[in-house]
């Protein structure tokens, strides 16, 4: 934004990007329907099963898995899973920088979901999703941020896991030649 523009939306002269908090006083806003999730919707747990690693040549993939209680996942669908992640680091599709990255395979129907999480330039995270529609049979499609890559709450206790592990990670002692501790933290938990 530039300074005119900063001073047209309620900055003072002086600041650079800051803008003032007008309080939603000022909006006119109909919050009626915000929240309204219908009653006939119930939220059920999800299992989240931390599995063996996937590790290939040059990357190390912690392997999560999320499922409702009462199912569980068809070995053929986590074959399946575990070769195309294979296929897209082969490939240079994924790019595992550091070496180190998680996936998350979560069982659901009609729609199965597979996210690949893997850290750049120290304290960023990429993440690819890829979509399957059990019901249509078609095999996993990555799905395009840009089309709101589907991310359910049950997805989100992974993600927060593994920003916590590696946050840990960096603010430790690095120095040495121990296995980065990154590497021993997993979450297995109703979430």
């Known amino acids: 934004m530039m300074p005119e523009e900063l001073l047209e939306h309620g900055a003072s002269e002086g600041t650079s990007k800051r803008s003032t ?4 006083s000022e909006f006119k806003l109909d ?3 915000v929240g309204r999730i ?18 290939l040549p040059g990357a190390f993939l ?11 996942i068809p070995e053929c669908l986590i074959n399946e899973a575990q070769a195309l992640v294979t296929e897209e680091i082969a490939s240079g599709r ?13 069982y659901a129907t009609p729609l199965t979901t597979l996210i690949v999480g ?6 960023e995270f990429r993440e ?10 078609t095999p996993f499609e990555q799905t395009d941020a840009s089309d709101n890559a589907p991310v359910a709450v049950w997805d989100l206790a992974p993600l927060w896991q593994e920003r916590q592990s590696w946050t840990r990670y960096l603010f430790a002692n690095r120095q040495n030649d121990a296995p980065p501790s990154y590497l021993s933290e997993f979450l297995s938990s109703a979430v």
């Open 21 to 24: 908090n007008r309080g939603l």
């Open 62 to 72: 912690k392997w999560y898995e999320l499922r409702q209680a009462d199912q569980s």
């Open 38 to 55: 219908p009653t006939s919707y119930h939220l059920q747990d999800r299992l989240l099963t931390a599995r063996d690693p996937l590790i």
């Open 31 to 33: 919050l009626g329907n």
């Open 118 to 123: 893997s850290w750049h330039e120290n304290q």
């Open 94 to 106: 994924i790019a595992v920088d550091f070496g180190v990255g998680f996936v998350v395979l979560q």
């Open 128 to 137: 690819t999703h890829y979509t399957r529609d059990l019901a249509a049979g």
